[in-house]
């Protein structure tokens, strides 16, 4: 009788316990700019899917340097559950170390027209999106911080909420970092390029509700000053804007947890 009883009770919590659908798909997409196939992970939910599917939002997250086009799966391994909580689809590009950018040394690497232009294109004839601005959010972490941070500002456009978790939001204090210069030159004889491709000087182009903007940092990252710098910068421009700071480091730690945040802010956006 006991064994029954266990075994009805069992049946029950598998019968009412929720069910995520989400799908996880990883890509191979074409890039006309750069002639090659780029690797994206993309996280659809159970709404966006089926006969009955309704156009959700997307959130493009960016890897760090180092990183691919499974890291954001790999610090969020339940990314499947929140895209069903929320109705958010997740898309998650193989940016390589290129900072997204457009290169102006390198024609191999056009990254800034391959996410702003070429993946939204092909997610949105291929996926159950809401097809404009006020659906679309980029983020991401370090080096992707600030490639959403840049496609953002110069592609207003196309994104209507940008953030960024410890990102590099002035590159000119880092010279000899991160592989760079191979796609900028050396900052001594390039200055003008590199003052050109930093997020930080791009702020002029900014007007204040031209974009949600969500940035936070680590206040033991190496990145929190350069952070602070671009607060203080929309501060005096008066752009409306989240800046969090926590403890933390640079580290998956801390953006497992940040991007929950991010999260509620761009499903906020959505929401409007």
């Known amino acids: 009788m006991k064994k029954k009883k266990l075994l009805l009770i069992t049946l029950f919590v598998v019968l009412v316990a929720p069910s995520f659908a989400a799908k996880v798909d990883t890509l191979l997409i074409k890039s006309p700019s750069m002639s090659?196939?780029?690797?994206?992970?993309?996280?659809?939910p159970d709404a966006a899917m089926g006969k009955k599917a309704v156009a959700c939002p997307t959130i493009y997250l960016l890897h760090g340097y180092g990183g691919n086009a499974k890291t954001w799966i790999g610090i969020k391994p339940n990314l499947p559950q929140i895209a069903d909580e929320k109705g958010i689809i997740?898309?998650?590009?193989?940016?390589?170390?290129?900072w997204y950018w457009d290169s102006p040394l390198n024609p191999s690497y056009r990254y800034e027209t391959f996410v702003s232009s070429e993946l939204v294109q092909y997610i949105d004839k291929n996926y159950k999106t809401i097809a404009d601005r006020k659906g679309r959010a980029i983020t991401g972490l370090s080096m992707g911080g600030h490639g959403a941070?840049?496609?953002?500002i110069r592609h207003k456009d196309t994104f209507g909420a940008a953030g960024s978790t410890s990102?590099?939001?002035?590159?000119?204090?880092?010279?000899?970092?991160w592989e760079m210069s191979k796609q900028l030159g050396e900052y001594d004889s390039n200055k003008e390029v590199w003052d050109?491709?930093?997020?930080?000087?791009?702020?002029?182009?900014?007007?204040?509700?031209d974009l949600a903007i969500i940035i936070d940092c680590g206040e033991s990252d190496f990145f929190l000053n350069v952070n602070k710098d671009l607060h203080n910068r929309l501060l005096e421009k008066k752009i409306n804007h989240d800046f969090i700071t926590?403890?933390?480091?640079?580290?998956g730690t801390y953006w497992g947890?940040?991007?929950?945040?991010?999260?509620?802010?761009?499903d906020k956006f959505f929401k409007k």
């Open 167 to 177: 990102g590099g939001m002035d590159i000119r204090p880092f010279p000899k970092n």
């Open 36 to 44: 090659k196939e780029v690797k994206v992970v993309v996280v659809t």
């Open 149 to 152: 941070m840049w496609n953002a």
């Open 246 to 251: 926590r403890p933390g480091a640079h580290n």
């Open 196 to 209: 050109n491709h930093t997020v930080i000087t791009q702020i002029d182009s900014l007007n204040n509700d």
């Open 90 to 98: 997740f898309v998650c590009p193989d940016g390589k170390n290129s």
């Open 257 to 266: 947890n940040s991007i929950d945040y991010q999260i509620l802010f761009f």
